[in-house]
């Protein structure tokens, strides 16, 4: 019996490197791949859920409108992403390695909340370094200045025609990106041209 393979969204792109690395001095952008990915649904008005995620996670989801907090699972650094009212996603370390997705179900009673696990649809790109804010802008409609996107701070919107979730992580500048498994390619090949240009510059 022929075993699985196991590939990224990137596996059979061409134009990318083994390593799945676009690099230039001042820029550097790499696939994250296999990530586990949850969405959460839930009130925090509730105390039922908001207990429960804070049981798991050391902490509830956060109200404020595009910010996500960190947190862990004991050692797994975790990402808690406002998406929507009442809606979350809850990025992990690798997918299938731990325990969240279980802990989660069994912390939030289902009248409550819901946790949906969608790692086999989303990729992650890491977009870091001093030129990192231009590449994003050459794509983004939104403003990424640190004025107005900070560390803390994230957002849907539109990177190269495409949907996206970005989250700006800290201040190097380093992002990331979140994107659905079958624009993944299309992507990547937009950011090696684009980075290209913007690299020279």
Same mark, same amino acid.
């Given at each position: ?27 550097? =952008? *790499? ?6 990915? /949850?969405?959460?649904? @839930? &009130? ?5 859920? !908001?207990? %429960? ?62 946790? =949906? *696990? ?6 992650? /790109?890491?977009?870091? @370094? &001093? ?5 994003? !802008?050459? %794509? ?19 990177f190269a025609r495409t949907g996206v979730t970005l989250l700006q ?33």
């Amino acid at each position: 019996m022929v075993e699985p393979r196991r590939e990224s969204p990137l596996g059979r792109a061409p134009a990318a490197q083994p390593n799945r690395l676009i690099e230039w001095p001042s820029l550097r =952008v *790499e696939e994250l791949a296999f990530r586990a990915i /949850f969405v959460l649904h @839930g &009130r925090t008005g509730v105390p039922r859920f !908001a207990q %429960g995620v804070a049981r798991v996670l050391g902490r509830p989801p956060p109200d404020a409108p595009n910010t996500f907090v960190e947190t862990r699972f004991g050692s797994e650094g975790v990402v808690i992403a406002w998406t929507g009212p009442e809606e979350w996603h809850v990025i992990g370390q690798e997918e299938g390695t731990s325990g969240l997705r279980v802990a989660l179900r069994q912390a939030i009673p289902e009248t409550d909340g819901a946790v =949906v *696990e969608v790692s086999s649809a989303f990729t992650l /790109f890491s977009i870091e @370094g &001093r030129q990192a804010r231009d590449l994003i !802008a050459a %794509g983004c409609p939104i403003d990424v200045h640190p004025r107005a996107f900070g560390p803390g701070r994230c957002a849907q919107t539109l990177f190269a025609r495409t949907g996206v979730t970005l989250l700006q992580r800290d201040e190097t500048p380093r992002f990331e990106m979140m994107v659905r498994r079958s624009y993944a390619r299309w992507l990547w090949r937009w950011m090696e041209v684009s980075a290209e240009m913007v690299a020279v510059e």
